[in-house]
């Protein structure tokens, strides 16, 4: 009976997809003699929607909806077969790719078009929604979403305050009354992989606002409008989001999504492979291929390869990272799941030739290591 080999990669950044980068392995493990089943991953970034849609059965269905500066975008929102469940990424509707970056403005970016998304799943009769909230344009602290949902947020005269962190200045009281019912029946989950609270030196604003476009004073300005936002959640809602883990991510939308749709935070890659049963499809492997991009000391803080590895070896299977290359902290992963690593760049394989080349050096990789691993010379 040939070998069989789980092949569930995560994907290489500018390089290639998590389906690409699962086609090539699984290629190499052919040509090895193995009988390979493709399972691409995502960790709720980027590819989640596809990798859900794609293990799970489903359609993926465009959405119109207001980008980060309020221009009308095309976002993605899946629908899963089983008529319940809805994915998908705010960066579709809300990312930092759709500002260019001479336009990118932290102080106006909004997260409206997300909520725009995940109405449009309520519509669509989804009852658990699972949102990735990575590479966001916005620090809004999820005002914008609420918003699209029905809240109100109102100044001091009564009035809808504007998009953005600007808007948030301006805060003085929350209406819920208008809300979407259909939130009340709803499991929402968001994938968060990171711990940043909301404010303060690891908050929202000094750690991310700057890379969406925010100079010095609107750092500080942004600090104070999401203290703002805490400190009416806090008197309206009676939701504390201060000390919340991972209430800093996407620009405060982490806390925004816990005090507005009572939403779990929980770890992208966990969440994904929970989904997709993993552990049924481990029980039917003899060996398991991951990659991705750079392998370090990250990958072990919950990327989906590392996910992968932990649980390989609680099944008892062994796993083989194929990385594009690796960096500090990796060694680690070795006594934590990992077999063996067979990164691309290596001595006779440079950096730019692992990106240009990455599929045939994956395949070519695949196939070296499930042949040693069927002789036993791993």
Same mark, same amino acid.
């Given at each position: ?9 995560? *994907? ?28 691409? @991953? ?19 269905? +465009?959405?119109?909806?207001?980008? +980060? ?5 095309? %976002?993605? @929102? ?84 504007? +998009?953005? %962190? ?19 029946? %709803?499991? /929402? ?7 940043? *609270? ?11 606002? *700057? ?8 750092? #500080? ?19 504390? /989001? ?15 999504? /816990? ?15 929970? %989904? ?40 008892? /299977? ?12 990796? #060694? ?34 695949? #196939? ?11």
């Amino acid at each position: 009976m040939p070998l069989r080999v789980l092949i569930a990669p995560a *994907p290489l950044k500018e390089c290639l997809t998590a389906g690409e980068a699962a086609r090539a392995l699984a290629e190499g493990a052919r040509r090895a003699g193995a009988q390979p089943t493709e399972l691409p @991953l995502a960790d709720g970034g980027r590819g989640t929607t596809e990798c859900l849609v794609g293990a799970l059965g489903g359609r993926i269905v +465009p959405v119109r909806v207001a980008g +980060p500066l309020g221009e009308s975008v095309a %976002a993605a @929102l899946g629908l899963l077969a089983d008529g319940r469940t809805a994915v998908f990424e705010m960066a579709s509707a809300s990312g930092l790719a759709l500002v260019p970056p001479e336009r990118r403005n932290a102080m106006l970016a909004t997260t409206r078009g997300t909520g725009e998304l995940l109405r449009a799943a309520l519509q669509a009769g989804a009852q658990r929604i699972f949102m990735g909230i990575g590479d966001s344009a916005t620090s809004d602290g999820g005002a914008g979403l609420a918003q699209a949902l029905g809240f109100r947020l109102l100044d001091a005269r009564g009035r809808d305050i504007g +998009p953005g %962190a600007a808007g948030l200045a301006h805060l003085a009281r929350i209406d819920p009354s208008g809300a979407d019912a259909r939130l009340a029946e %709803a499991e /929402v989950a968001v994938a968060c992989d990171v711990d940043n *609270p909301l404010l303060g030196p690891r908050g929202a604003a000094r750690v991310f606002s *700057p890379q969406k476009g925010a100079a010095p004073p609107q750092v #500080e300005e942004i600090e104070a409008a999401l203290a703002r936002l805490a400190d009416v959640i806090e008197h309206d809602l009676g939701a504390d /989001v201060r000390p919340l883990a991972g209430g800093g991510a996407a620009g405060g939308l982490g806390a925004g999504a /816990v005090a507005f749709l009572k939403a779990r935070l929980v770890r992208g890659a966990e969440w994904v492979l929970d %989904a997709v049963n993993i552990g049924r499809r481990l029980a039917e492997a003899d060996l398991v291929l991951t990659a991705e991009g750079r392998f370090d000391a990250q990958s072990l803080a919950g990327k989906a390869p590392m996910a992968v590895a932990r649980r390989a070896a609680a099944a008892g /299977v062994p796993c083989i990272v194929i990385p594009g290359s690796v960096g500090p902290g990796h #060694e680690p992963a070795l006594a934590e799941g990992v077999t063996r690593i067979f990164p691309l760049v290596r001595e006779n394989v440079t950096l730019p030739r692992a990106m240009a080349q990455a599929a045939e050096l994956l395949a070519g990789r695949a #196939e070296e290591a499930v042949a040693r691993f069927a002789a036993g010379s791993l």
